[in-house]
């Protein structure tokens, strides 16, 4: 069989992007699947009517286009993924190239073919190019039926200007918005198994994300943090997260755990947390916080201790998970490939100074008064100082100037 170039053709949703908006969220995810693929075999990304189409190597093997189809599914922005072969704009070789991509699609009963012509200097119609490449893999295919209606496998041939792109595996992409396209948010990111979720639905959202880690050394180990840094490594391979910032918590933990009434502990850590991660927002230009809470899970996500953390900042506070079960969020983080790295045991700042029985429904007024036995204004900027940040490839993603 003749070899034909691979191509990758990478489909959005076409909803609320009008005008402007449609280019700049174009433009957005073309610059991350550059970033995203500079290690595979491609030559070229260019934006062909309404869609991105990704030129592979001459010489490209079917095993490699998978890796590279497989790569930009996960991508956030992307509704679907369809492989095959650019050729020349002549019916014989169309039917070649419709031959290799047919074999490319997996198994199937039932076929059609969906010609279309961007350029009616193409002298065959639509029609014409669905019933002679359909005569052709009929030929080739005898024990396999046409069916206009849900068929197993639609082979599509489409003829541009100086070329036909035919493709038949076409595979479901996550969806969502190019990572870049809905701002900046920071995320709390703990080693456990929420966090990482919600800053994945956040991301698949368009946003750029920087993570906020509080460790609880130097009065635990740095485990958590490798835990954290695995983590954003994963998210990392789809451009969702840019930066960490790991800061040492221990301490001051230890400070409110001494003075504190032990029931609102984690409160006033909690509090102090939130005031860290918006002073690191507002350095980044971040327009929103992010957390994994989810309503009633544990102690302090209770509508009331939601509220008490709730009220030390100003900026939006998001929680995609606020509303979702644990084993949803498990099933989430398992195919987001978190789920392992996660349930792995290390101490860290949310096991440290653990009151025995928290409180559920702490009042405002009675956490503030607590809370004036600790100097927080100048506790949250030597935090701010003490912050280590840590970077990972996410094309969107601009550091401060300081
Ligand atoms: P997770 O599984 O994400 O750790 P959790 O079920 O342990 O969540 P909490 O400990 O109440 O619940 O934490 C709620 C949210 O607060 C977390 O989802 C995360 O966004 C944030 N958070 C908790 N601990 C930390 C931490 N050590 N560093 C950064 N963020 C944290
Ligand atoms: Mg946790």
Sequence with gaps: MEQFQRIILVHYHEIGLKGHNRASFEKRLQKNLEALLALYPVVTIHRVSGRLVVFLKEGTSFEEACAVTDAILFTPGVARVSCGFKCERDMAVIGQAALSALADAGDFQTFKVHGRRNHTDFPVGSMDINRQIGEVLCEAHPDKQVRMKDPDVTVNVEVVQNAAYVYARSLRGIGGLPVGSSGKAVCLLSSGIDSPVALWRIARRGATCVAVMFSGRPQTSDAAEYLVDEICQVLAKNGCVGRLYIVPFGDYQREISLLAPPSLRIILYRRLMFRVAEAIA?????????????????????????ACTNAVVDLPVFR?????????????????GTFDISSQDAPDCCTLFMPRSPETHAKIPVVEEAEKAFPVEEWVKELMEAAEPHDYACPSYKPPKD
């Design 282 to 306: 507002v350095r980044e230009g971040a327009g929103a916080l992010v957390t994994g809470e989810s309503l009633g899970q544990v102690a302090s996500q209770t509508m009331d201790n939601i």
């Design 320 to 336: 995609p998970l606020i509303g979702t079960d644990k084993l949803e969020i498990i099933a989430e983080a398992q195919k987001l």
